[in-house]
């Protein structure tokens, strides 16, 4: 069985792949056209790509050879499902693995967003530092204030744990119907978004990418968020239409923003670039050394399991 895997993954991945496929590696770390890609699906029984590969309707038209495409990461929305399907394609992700990671780095980005961090650090580095005062780079307290999740899945519920029990938040959730698991939370169900935007100080998103959420975060729901809030995106850049947040951030009606996605990666809103109250990483969600080798050791599990005839662990379709 053919093996292809598109971008370098952790050592102890390949060298757990190599030993039991034939593998080829992409030691260049260099992303693939999308030619490349196409000539991939005739050449290969697998595809291992993640996020920063498109596979489209093309690509997967581009040969008849490969029926698992193996994704490194939860969000599948870089793939083109249904094409995949209707080819007999299968789709694997590697969901759970990154939850704690990605909650981790959305409370980063809360609290640098808050407690104005990135603007400190920059001032510091610019020898503009003149001292302590009283009132230099005041932020926001975080205990009692409401954060509001926007899709309460494994990511959502993690980043609320951890605000609700760290940081002493009050929870609030718009999902498409209330959840067993809020209740440990004391967390309020919020059936309508603009009541959840309306009343909440921080707002964490937490949907995937696609067609239901593109622009979910629009002119319409910036302004229906509190004057002074805050917005937090480790979801999909997709779910933001940036122009519009760049206008609320400007005008002050957002006191700030926490952004780790943007739509067309890696390039990053102009409009953003030189705005103050926005803190800008770049897609570290789940990039920690213990969880980036545990996703890929969940996708060979999948390889492992359609090599064998047998079910697929995390099936997407
Ligand atoms: P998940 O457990 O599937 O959670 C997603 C939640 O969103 C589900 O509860 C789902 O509701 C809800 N949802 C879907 N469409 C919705 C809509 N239109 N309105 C309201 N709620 C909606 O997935 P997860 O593991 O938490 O991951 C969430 C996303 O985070 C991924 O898809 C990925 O794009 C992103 N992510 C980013 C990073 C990063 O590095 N920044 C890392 C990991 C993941 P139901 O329960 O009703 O289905």
């Known amino acids: ?71 490194y990461g939860v969000g599948f929305d870089h793939i083109d499902i249904a094409a995949a399907s209707a080819k007999g394609i299968a789709v694997t992700n590697t969901p759970g693995v990154l939850t704690d990671a990605t909650a981790d780095l959305a409370l ?11 603007e400190g650090e920059r001032e510091l580095r610019a020898g503009e530092w003149s001292g302590w005062r009283p009132t230099h780079l005041i932020g926001s307290a975080l205990k009692d204030k409401v954060l509001g999740v926007v899709g309460f899945g494994r990511i959502g519920q993690a980043t609320a744990q951890r605000a609700h029990h760290g940081f002493g938040m009050k929870i609030a959730y718009f999902a498409r119907g209330p959840k067993d698991e ?51 995106n480790t979801a999909r850049g997709g779910v933001v239409d940036h122009d519009a947040l760049a206008q609320a951030l400007k005008s002050g009606h957002l006191a700030g923003a926490g952004l780790d996605v943007y739509p067309q990666e890696p390039q990053v809103p102009e409009a953003l670039l030189g705005l103050e109250n926005v803190v800008l990483l770049p897609h570290l969600g789940s ?29 997407v379709q």
Request: proline fraction near 6%.
């Open 108 to 118: 980063t980005l809360i609290l640098m967003a808050a407690r104005r961090a990135g």
């Open 182 to 232: 809020a209740a440990a939370l004391d967390a309020e169900f919020c059936p309508s978004l603009p009541d959840l935007l309306a009343k909440s100080d921080f707002v964490s998103l937490h949907v995937p990418g696609g067609d239901d959420t593109a622009n979910l975060i629009d002119t319409k729901a910036l302004s229906a968020m509190k004057p002074g809030s805050y917005l937090i």
């Open 287 to 315: 990039a920690t050394a213990e969880t980036r080798e545990a996703m890929g050791m969940r996708a060979l599990a999948n390889i492992e399991a359609f090599a064998k005839g047998e079910p697929l662990p995390d099936p």
């Open 1 to 71: 069985m053919r093996i292809l895997v598109t971008r370098r993954w952790p050592d102890a991945v390949e060298r757990a792949l190599s030993e039991r496929f034939d593998v080829v590696l992409n030691e260049s770390d260099t992303p693939l056209s999308q030619t490349e890609l196409g000539e991939a699906m005739g050449a290969f029984d697998v595809l291992a790509p993640t996020v920063s590969d498109r596979i489209d309707t093309e690509v997967i038209a581009g040969g008849d050879r490969c029926k698992l495409i193996a994704n």
